[in-house]
């Protein structure tokens, strides 16, 4: 082979192997950022990964609401209208975080099905839903109006 050519061909194979690395390299690390939705049938069912990072969304069940006295600690259930998931979050929640709004969680999932959210999103207007949960809200065929009020769903 020619010296020329050969060096060529060792510079093809360097940039494909080092290609190659540097994209596992970003899979892996973006492995860890992924965040993936569930409803709260796909939660109760458990079809959720437990002790890893996940979002999930829903309604807050009105009544469900209950704040610690001692620290920030807030217990709630979210809805999707047929099912119900209890969320711990400490933390100062978003003021318009209230019962019978959509709320979007981010967190981990425990082996007991509590929920452990790290954040806690709010709707931002009234009549606004986070896309996920209008689509599970109207996948889930439970009452709306009764579980998150009368709302417009979808952005």
Do not use: W
């Not at 973006?30 to 437990?50: D, H, S, T, W």
């Not at 975080?97 to 969680?105: I, R, T």
């Not at 949960?133 to 009020?149: F, I, L, R, Y």
């Amino acid at each position: 082979m020619h010296p020329v050519r050969r060096q060529r061909l060792f510079l093809v194979l360097f940039i494909v192997v080092f290609s190659s690395v540097a994209v596992g390299l970003m899979a892996y690390a973006l492995r860890a950022n992924i965040n993936l939705f569930y409803p709260p049938m796909q939660i109760v069912a458990g079809e959720a990964p437990v002790d890893t990072r996940i979002r999930a969304g829903g309604c807050v069940r009105p009544g469900s609401i209950e704040r610690s006295q001692e620290t920030l600690e807030t217990r709630f259930a979210l809805t999707d209208g047929v099912v119900d998931f209890i969320v711990t979050y400490t933390g100062i929640l978003p003021d318009l975080f209230s019962e019978g709004e959509a709320a979007v969680v981010n967190g981990t999932l425990s082996a007991d099905g509590v929920f452990h959210a790290t954040e806690v999103l709010a709707k931002h207007d009234e009549e606004y839903m986070p896309p996920e949960v209008a689509e599970v809200m109207s996948a889930s065929g439970g009452d709306h109006d009764k579980t998150c009020g009368v709302m417009a769903y979808g952005p």
